[in-house]
């Protein structure tokens, strides 16, 4: 169950790049990433238009692009050009060209672009708070995002092909903001950053602070961290000799940190997060109904791969429903951890028994997650190691995994009991429509029917308890 198959392919200054995405309408995978490393920018900066051999290479990728598109039976494909061909003298040339080939490319405006990166954000973390700083080889978008929904924007010329070794970078910043007074500052809020450029600075700070994934999305990097991120990055042939990074973004990586130093010195933002989606996924996401927004990706994720990986009859939301009562006191983005917790707890089946749990476990650290950060990683992950009986030993002494010790040990408790709704019900979900879990007085109560109860119920309701502070007990129900 790959899911509806759409596609975007986005004419950029440093690249042209497609994307074909499956998976949940709402938080949609990558199934094919390819990249054309046509440098429309340079062409444009020292030209001032797209020379022949860039349009050339730029018309060719999107022939193979198109087709390749074609053959994957893509439903839909949108295909954008940005700020290096809106500032080409001949941008439209190379809309024309393409239109004869049978490729339909639309320009972008820099409003538009911002409109883009800002729901790529929002996509992911609908409830941002903050300014999205959308950075390409020829221009920055700045957009806010408040509530859900985009406030005021609009585009600089400000890309890393623009701003190479340009010492005044706060000054222009102070000067193009005084006819934007709405911006004002992010005290309290967020600084989201989004662009290639930013997200090998989001993985060189991982390296220089050791962090234990190499994934990127919603990587929080300390506002204080940017003067140590800018002083690191300045040695271009060291920063290439650690390999970390491909060359063309090691190249830009320092005058990226520069920029995000002074837009952080303007708005003062308490956090920056370095978002791994943006115009493509903004694309996508702007092409949703309203009720498809409003879907909380993680879970529209989490349900979509849980379905895909599961026996038939088993489902996750019943099964989250059925250990709710445990867990009434937890705030709304705890109990969304716990939600895709369930969702995912039958995905190891197929996986040999002693290694269900670390199955598990690595497959939420590792996998393509929405809408959740490292530490909500391992909440889930610490959920369905307990779910599936952690035979691959104890849980692991790890910077991440080890994590806060309350949240882990409440995570260890949603996996006690989902281990012991699996048990109830078999995968078959009837079993748990049947029964009832609660907490009465010092008791946590099993209701269940006569047919059902085991031992191994028994036993896996004992160890919930215990976690709990609770004493079990078993309320068999007879039909008849």
Not at 322 to 343: K, N, Y
Not at 363 to 392: E, F, T, V
Not at 448 to 454: G, K, L, N
Request: proline share 4%.
């Amino acid at each position: 169950m790959i899911g509806r198959k759409r596609a975007v392919i986005d004419i950029g200054s440093n690249a042209i790049r497609f994307v074909t995405y499956g998976g949940s309408v709402r938080a949609p995978l990558p199934l094919y990433n390819e990249k054309s490393p046509v440098s429309l920018g340079k062409s444009v900066m020292k030209h001032g238009r797209i020379n022949d051999e860039a349009m050339a290479q730029a018309l060719a990728a999107l022939t193979r692009f198109s087709a390749l598109a074609a053959m994957m039976d893509v439903e839909a494909v949108r295909i954008v050009a940005t700020a290096a061909v809106r500032d080409a003298s001949n941008g439209a040339d190379l809309i024309r060209l393409a239109k004869e080939r049978g490729i339909a490319v639309e320009m972008l405006s820099g409003d538009k672009e911002a409109l883009a990166a800002g729901l790529g954000v929002l996509g992911d973390l609908p409830w941002a708070e903050g300014i999205v700083a959308d950075l390409g080889g020829g221009s920055l978008e700045l957009v806010r995002v408040s509530g859900g929904a985009l406030g005021d924007r609009f585009s600089l010329p400000l890309g890393t092909m623009r701003i190479k070794g340009k010492d005044d970078l706060l000054q222009v910043l102070e000067t193009a903001l005084l006819m934007h007074p709405e911006f004002g500052t992010l005290a309290g809020h967020t600084l989201y950053l989004v662009g290639g450029a930013w997200r090998a600075m989001g993985r060189f700070e991982q390296y220089l602070t050791d962090y234990p994934l190499s994934i990127l999305a919603n990587f929080s990097i300390d506002p204080a961290r940017l003067d140590t991120i800018v002083g690191e990055s300045a040695d271009l042939e060291a920063l290439k000799a650690l390999k970390l990074i491909p060359q063309p973004r090691a190249e830009t990586l320092h005058d990226a940190a520069r920029l995000a130093q002074a837009l952080a010195t303007l708005f003062r933002p308490e956090t920056i997060i370095a978002s791994a989606q943006g115009i493509r996924e903004g694309l996508l996401f702007d092409s949703l109904t309203l009720a498809e927004r409003r879907e909380d990706p993680l879970i529209a994720c989490a349900r979509h791969e849980g379905q895909r990986q599961a026996r038939t009859l088993f489902n996750g939301d019943v099964l989250n429903d059925w250990i709710s009562p445990l867990f009434s006191g937890e705030d709304a983005m705890t109990r969304r951890l716990r939600h895709a917790a369930c969702l995912l707890a039958d995905s190891a089946w197929s996986i040999h028994p002693d290694y269900r749990a670390i199955h598990s476990r690595d497959y939420a650290m590792h996998g393509s997650w929405p809408g959740i950060n490292g530490a909500d990683r391992m909440m889930i992950a610490r959920a369905l190691y307990a779910a599936h009986g952690s035979k691959g030993g104890d849980w692991p002494d790890h910077p991440l995994l080890s994590g806060d010790d309350e949240r882990c040990e409440l995570a260890r408790k949603w996996g006690l009991a989902i281990r012991l709704g699996m048990r109830v019900d078999g995968g078959t979900t009837q079993m748990l429509m049947n029964s009832m879990l609660a907490v009465e007085g010092d008791k946590l109560c099993l209701r269940i029917a006569e047919q059902v109860a085991c031992d191994a119920v028994a036993r896996r309701l004992k160890s919930l308890a215990a976690a709990v502070g609770l004493e079990p007990k078993v309320d068999i129900t007879r039909q008849g």
